[in-house]
């Protein structure tokens, strides 16, 4: 069974950093592509950052040069280093893996950026 469990949310002002982790179980993780989602209120949701098996990284424009996707394949993890952190960043982040063409989602972990 597919598990995914996000963790490292949390209330930030804007300018300041957080990283997500998100540990995957139930899949060979070395060979899967990895995603991290947002959602904001209101909004629909959106992919912000991508890594390959092989460690090839995209992001969503609006989020260049400020994050960072990475992945661990030791500890079966995915990461998001969020740097100058924006309210506009603040929303509900999942990671996300495709297996067998079925999206398996995590519980998402809530990121609230303000002063």
């Known amino acids: 069974q597919v598990q995914l469990v996000e963790s490292g949310g949390g209330l930030v002002q804007p300018g300041e950093s957080l990283r997500l982790s998100c540990a995957a179980s139930g899949i060979i993780f070395r060979i899967f592509d990895m995603e991290w989602y947002r959602q904001a209120p209101g909004a629909q949701r959106e992919l912000v950052a991508s890594i390959t098996s092989r460690g090839s990284t995209n992001y969503v424009d609006s989020v260049k040069g400020r994050f960072t996707i990475s992945r661990d394949n030791a500890k079966n993890t995915v990461y998001l280093q969020m740097n100058a952190l924006k309210p506009e960043d603040t929303a509900v982040y999942y990671c996300?893996?495709?297996?067998?063409?079925?999206?398996?989602w995590g519980q998402g972990t809530q990121v609230t950026v303000s002063s």
């Open positions: 996300s893996v495709k297996v067998l063409s079925t999206n398996y």
